[in-house]
DNA sequence: CTGAAAGCGCTTACAG
DNA sequence: CTGAAAGCGCTTACAG
């Protein structure tokens, strides 16, 4: 392998001046510039980037802590990472994956050893352990998700309350004045799963404030029980016929279990959801909904990121919630009254 | 941050003797090691990785080539990139994603720029064109799939032929002399997924042995005519009451579309299928089925990779097929003659 | 067993 | 605009 000595003898100049073509940040005359790159050319050289990161003290890489093994129901999740490694590519940045169970003690090693220059971390719970080590150490980083304080991080999320309101509006401007809320199950609320949280609140008070009278269910986990759930819920005669769901299991299940009753949408039932465009494309579901987007989120992440890497003193940090889009699907029908 | 220098000085060692507690490489007498532990816990000491690996011409980074970017319908890749990761780990290894749609220019970049010290590539094709900068640098790789042609690189998946045998035996065995084998549409076929070709081959071939008349349907893409295929192939008065799948999206729509034809399982239809444990956990899938393992596989790979990196000069490259292994959930019922 | 020196492949002031 | 020198933080022969 060509080093940058090899490059300079074959042009006749000194490292420094290779380096300056390499770095682009000094002006080098044209005729020596282009003596350096045919000497580039020829010995096939490419900059050793451990080198570069040892010497600039930048190893030009992003953390990206995930946490993996509470098992969480995500085909999404892969999305979010190619997402985020193709943002972080646009800046020249690298992504080394950080998927301890421990993801604290990943942090601390990471930014002890210097691996990387900042960190993203994905799915951010309430109280979030990994933002204790960030605190600590001041180091860069950007949350996706929203923890109960943000502590002085750059935080992105999408704005679940706001889709809250947006599906709640949508029903209620159909003329719908009772619905049922299908949400998560308890153990979700309370594993500081905040987008739970900030989609429920936002949805009983835009409903009282439109005259919707939420009737909320909060369905279990595990396929058997979302299934006897939904029928229960479904099934009753008394049953409002609109439905507002915010549950990934609940909303896969929705065509079949709706089917299994002979129900159909949105003769007999209006349906409304927040879920992931991921989840919605394999289930093929044919509901208007506000769907998450891993791109937009991780793309701003990133950016933001960046943006506070090459400028250390910037403004304060800020909380950034991507305003939710409606993709409307033809399965809300005028309330009959 | 403190360096090694600081660390000799407090311990009131040579950095070379603290270089030297550090790789463990050499003996240190007891009471000298003593302190220079001391003076890496009193400062907080820990070793600055890019520094090491240019010294040691070792990066201890996996580079993870993954093709995310030709939609494909895989739940399961998270899983891979995690065990991936969770391997690499084991052995001390860190792991960059490499997500170019570029693979082959992603894999040139990363083995030029010395990022990494060896590749594992994902989601493997037939004529796959991240294999030839492998072959022209000699770079360390295993590949996770199986090409047309491994060209002397280690390579690891699941046994699809093997697992075809096993599927086509349990009908068999259950006395069924007739099947309906749902595979994967023509353009799967054609864009070279080995894994496609490998069942039905063996299928075909088991089944001819075990004197199995198999119905093969190919079943087009899009969920729409995923449940037109098989509601055609499921209606016929004489259709055979034994269905072999192996087709992501089908056994994804089966339990739908078999409930809505009225038909169970296996009182009806008797049904085994190859697919992902990661998609049979969020289907709910209550087949009969072999399971591709991502964890086995990728552990695997890693695996093999790491001792090749350790002894270079080691046996020719291997093909390793994991054994699948039948998970049985009840859905196979005598045939009725 | 310990230490002084050279080197890994770059970049960056600093002279000229 | 170009070059010689020092330095980034480690490891590794090599003396002693």
Redo the contacts with the bound molecule.
């Keep these: ?1 060509a ?3 090899d490059v300079a003898q074959e042009a006749g ?5 290779v ?2 073509v ?2 682009g ?5 044209p ?2 510039r282009a003596r350096v790159e045919a000497a580039i050319a020829k010995l096939d ?4 980037h451990g ?2 990161a ?4 930048r190893t030009m890489n992003l953390g990206l802590v995930v946490r993996f093994h509470e098992a969480e129901f995500s085909p999404a999740l892969a999305t979010y990472i190619v997402a985020i490694a193709d943002a972080a590519r646009e800046h020249d940045y690298g992504v080394l994956l950080l998927t301890q169970p421990d993801g604290a003690g990943a942090i601390r090693a990471a930014v002890a050893a210097r691996q990387v220059d900042a960190l993203v971390l994905l799915n951010i719970i309430q109280d979030d352990p990994r933002i204790g080590p960030i605190v600590d150490t001041g180091f860069p980083a950007v949350l996706i998700g929203m923890p109960r304080d943000t502590q002085g991080i750059d935080a992105v999320d999408l704005d679940f309350a706001a889709g809250a309101r947006v599906l709640v509006d949508h029903l209620a401007d159909a003329g719908h004045r009772e619905a049922t809320f299908l949400t998560w199950p308890d153990e979700v609320f309370q594993s500081g799963r905040t987008y739970a949280e900030r989609f429920r609140d936002a949805a009983v008070a835009e409903a009282a404030r439109r005259r919707l009278v939420l009737d909320i269910v909060s369905c279990p986990a595990g396929p058997e029980q979302v299934r006897d759930a939904l029928r229960t819920a479904l099934a009753r005669s008394t049953a409002p016929r609109a439905l507002l769901v915010h549950n990934d299991a609940v909303v896969a299940m929705l065509p079949t279990v709706l089917h299994e009753l002979g129900l159909s949408v949105p003769d007999d039932y209006s349906v409304v959801s927040l879920h992931s465009a991921e989840l919605g494309r394999i289930f093929a579901l044919p509901y208007t909904s506000v769907e998450s987007e891993p791109e937009r989120v991780s793309k701003l992440a990133v950016d933001i990121l960046v943006r506070r890497l090459t400028a250390p003193d910037g403004p304060a940090a800020v909380t950034t919630l991507v305003a939710p889009r409606l993709v409307e699907r033809a399965s809300v029908a005028p309330a009959v009254s």
């Design positions: 392998m080093t940058i000595a100049v000194a490292r420094s001046t380096s300056a390499l770095t940040r000094k002006v080098v005359l005729e020596t050289y490419s900059v050793d080198a570069r040892l010497a600039t003290r």
